[in-house]
């Protein structure tokens, strides 16, 4: 493989990982978040090689049409997306958020998702969603 | 591929990433945690001919406390730094402006010796080691080898510092504080996260009847680099820090100690007045904590 390779393009062109968007592929939109060995990362400004024998968790692996991941039930109850185009970064961020502050304040979401940027929702409904599933339960 | 081609290195030693950097003269740059490097590569405004990648290097990594102060390697993440009770407990500046930097998911990768050495204006660690007057362990070829550049000796000008070709900045040792120090940072910047538009870093140490004996206060973008506001400085040494005298202080670093650029986020004016504010906020702080610590 290239080096050059960001780790973005290639789970999206070479795993066909398509639920890990690209938006402004310079580290400002949060649309490309993964996690790499379970903290959330930007795959835009990874190369690929450098996630060889690391651990990468994207979307894909959070739940399924059938099996909702809780806070992606959440959303879904609390109309947290629009278009959706932000939405699996934002998941990809608060996860590992809600894992470190299980029962976050308010300001602490918001600023959880200042590295996110959506132009649908205004944030509020995104807010009201998290608020719904927390306190979050071990082992959620 | 958004990124030109390169040569890729991956040593897993610092001999071995010295050795690189040497047979490649000016040509080869370092990769630490890619947060500023990656994006400028991405947009092709930064085409290194050769990259050589510090994150397989494991003895550049971590934070010890040694004879001398709190040492810190420069491939430690940020988010390391934030979350590290010694750096809590023996350097509380640095640990309270780790959260300004960035978002949680660009400090889970970014380094502090990359931010160190990209020496971006607007960033918060220059300052905050600045106002520390934090060390920079640099390693090069010979004949230099080792040196230790003090953090004001080590910027010198717009992402400008002085690593020569071939020098990693490899440590940074943050020194004891004296007794009866105390510290505070602030910036303002439009959303969490974003560039600030002006930022301070101070601090303070107090005698036994509570006058001020040292204040380093270090400003964040307002200047080609990180600024230490030494006339700011001189009027409040050896005064006891009143609301007035402290006030007095933050207008002469407002006035007298920068030159500050006006962009399409802030005029010159409009930063010297942050500045202004942000000067006498986060020295009522820091006295206030040098009172009781």
Same mark, same amino acid.
């Not at chain 1, 949060?30 to 690929?48: H, M, N, Q, W």
């Not at chain 2, 290195?9 to 050795?19: F, K, V």
């Given at each position: ?21 690209? #938006? ?13 060995? #379970? ?91 998290? /608020? ?6 071990? %082992?959620? | ?23 490649? !003269? !000016?040509? *080869? /740059?370092?990769? *630490?945690?890619?947060?500023?490097? &990656? ?10 001919? +050769? ?5 397989? &290097? ?47 998911? &660009?400090?889970?990768? %970014? ?70 120090? %105390? ?5 303002? *910047? ?19 009847? !509570? ?5 380093? &206060?270090?400003?964040?973008? +307002? ?7 030494? /006339?700011?400085? /001189? ?11 402290i006030r007095e202080a933050a207008d002469v670093a407002a006035a007298k100690d920068i030159d500050p650029p006006g962009d399409i986020h802030a005029s010159p004016a409009y930063r010297r007045q942050l500045v202004a504010v942000l000067v006498r906020r986060t020295l009522e702080r820091a006295f206030e904590r040098a009172r009781n610590g």
């Amino acid at each position: 493989m290239e080096p050059r390779l960001l780790l973005s393009d290639f789970l999206r062109q070479d795993l066909g990982l398509t639920g890990t968007h690209v #938006g402004c592929e310079h580290g400002v939109c949060g649309a490309c978040t993964v996690l790499l060995d #379970g903290e959330a990362v930007r795959s835009c400004l990874i190369l690929a090689v450098q996630a060889d024998g690391h651990e990468v968790a994207t979307v894909e692996g959070l739940g399924s049409v059938e099996d909702l991941h809780p806070l992606q039930a959440a959303f879904r109850q609390a109309h947290a997306l629009q278009c959706g185009f932000c939405t699996p970064g934002i998941l990809m961020t608060l996860v590992p958020f809600l894992d470190e502050h299980p029962n976050p304040a308010e300001s602490e979401i918001r600023e959880a998702l200042s590295g996110n940027l959506c132009r649908c929702t205004g944030y509020q409904n995104i807010v009201d969603a998290v /608020k719904l599933s927390t306190p979050v339960p071990a %082992g959620w | 591929m958004k990124p030109a081609p390169f040569a890729y290195h991956r040593p897993e030693t610092l001999d071995e990433a010295l050795a690189v950097l040497a047979a490649h !003269g !000016g040509e *080869a /740059k370092p990769l *630490a945690g890619g947060q500023s490097l &990656i994006p400028a590569m991405n947009f092709r405004l930064a085409r290194p001919a +050769v990259l050589v990648d510090l994150n397989r &290097i494991t003895e550049l990594s971590g934070i010890r406390q040694g004879g001398d102060g709190l040492h810190i390697g420069a491939m430690t993440r940020q988010r390391a730094v934030e979350r590290d009770p010694i750096v809590a407990r023996d350097a509380p500046l640095l640990a309270e402006a780790m959260p300004f930097i960035a978002h949680p998911q &660009i400090r889970n990768r %970014g380094t502090v010796g990359g931010s160190l050495a990209h020496a971006d204006p607007a960033a918060e660690l220059p300052a905050v080691m600045l106002a520390l007057d934090a060390k920079l362990q640099v390693r090069g070829p010979a004949p230099r080898g080792v040196r230790s550049i003090p953090a004001g000796e080590f910027y010198t000008g717009l992402f400008e510092t002085a690593l020569a070709p071939g020098e990693l900045l490899v440590d940074v040792t943050v020194p004891r504080a004296a007794p009866r120090s %105390g510290s505070a940072f602030a910036e303002v *910047a439009r959303r969490h996260g974003d560039y600030a538009l002006a930022g301070v870093a101070v601090r303070v140490t107090v005698d036994d009847a !509570g006058r001020c004996r040292e204040a380093r &206060i270090a400003l964040l973008s +307002v200047g080609d680099g990180p600024v230490l506001a030494r /006339k700011a400085a /001189k009027a409040i040494t050896g005064e006891s820090p009143t609301p007035e005298a402290i006030r007095e202080a933050a207008d002469v670093a407002a006035a007298k100690d920068i030159d500050p650029p006006g962009d399409i986020h802030a005029s010159p004016a409009y930063r010297r007045q942050l500045v202004a504010v942000l000067v006498r906020r986060t020295l009522e702080r820091a006295f206030e904590r040098a009172r009781n610590g």
